[in-house]
């Protein structure tokens, strides 16, 4: 199975919002309300921040938030701080397994 | 705490084998499905395998499918990855995660290193 389709590389300076989007198929972003995203520092784990596509666990800040139109999905992140610079993944399930993009790298300017 | 933790890792020849383990506390074991995800060197995650909570369903990446077998024994609170006909391809930190039903990964355990190397 294909991963998903993010852009490299994102960047934005402090205060201001991002958006990182992740393109699938039907058979996966766009079948299924299944669509999450995590966070990963450098030598860290990665970190989920949204799921079932615009949901935020508890302790996630408001500050991101989740979309999806059709086949993509969107993580926004408002209001920027440095502590954010990481690298993001989303992830979709799809026919009894996930898969994962290929990750976007966020710089904060 | 709930908390996640692999071990098992190591170098392994070409076609070797190795057995991967998770240890999970802080949370009801036999609650929840959980998974193996792995990451290369300086690339992104990827799905390998999954199981459901009492073992009765499993699945895997077809990068994997045939030579990796997931299993877990919910008394010791343990999820394991067997790891047979090993590439240099499967060259990565291996880690275990609890699945959040069929939608995501809430938590992860800081990995395991696999190095396939001659």
């Known amino acids: 199975q294909s991963a998903l389709t993010q852009p490299a590389s994102v960047s934005g300076s402090p205060g201001q919002s991002i958006t990182i989007s992740c393109t699938g198929t039907?058979?996966?972003?766009?079948?299924?309300?299944?669509v999450s995203w995590y966070q990963q520092h450098p030598g860290k784990a990665p970190k989920l921040m949204i799921y079932?596509?615009?949901n935020r666990p508890s302790g996630v800040s408001n500050r991101f938030s989740g979309s999806k139109s059709g086949n993509t999905a969107s993580l926004t992140i408002s209001g920027l701080q440095a502590e954010d610079e990481a690298d993001y993944y989303c992830?979709?399930?799809?026919?009894?397994?996930?898969?994962f993009g290929g990750g976007t790298k966020l710089t904060v300017l | 705490e709930v908390q996640l933790v692999e071990s098992g890792g190591g170098v392994v020849r070409p076609g070797g084998s190795l057995r991967l383990s998770c240890a999970a506390s802080?949370?009801?074991?036999?609650?929840?499905?959980m998974s193996w995800v792995r990451q290369a060197p300086g690339k992104g995650l990827e799905w390998v395998s999954g199981?459901?909570?009492?073992?009765?369903?499993?699945g895997y990446a077809d990068s994997v499918k045939g030579r990796f077998t997931i299993s877990r024994d919910n008394a010791k609170n343990s999820l394991y990855l067997q790891m047979n006909s090993l590439r240099a391809e499967d060259t990565a930190l291996y880690h275990c995660?609890?699945?959040?039903?069929?939608?995501?990964?809430?938590?992860w355990g800081q990995g395991t290193m696999v190095t396939v190397s001659s």
């Open positions: 995660a609890r699945n959040r039903g069929s939608s995501a990964f809430d938590i």
């Open positions: 802080g949370f009801t074991f036999d609650d929840y499905g």
């Open positions: 199981i459901n909570w009492n073992g009765g369903s499993t």
């Open positions: 039907s058979s996966d972003v766009g079948g299924y309300n299944y």
């Open positions: 079932d596509v615009s």
């Open positions: 992830s979709s399930y799809t026919s009894s397994r996930w898969v």
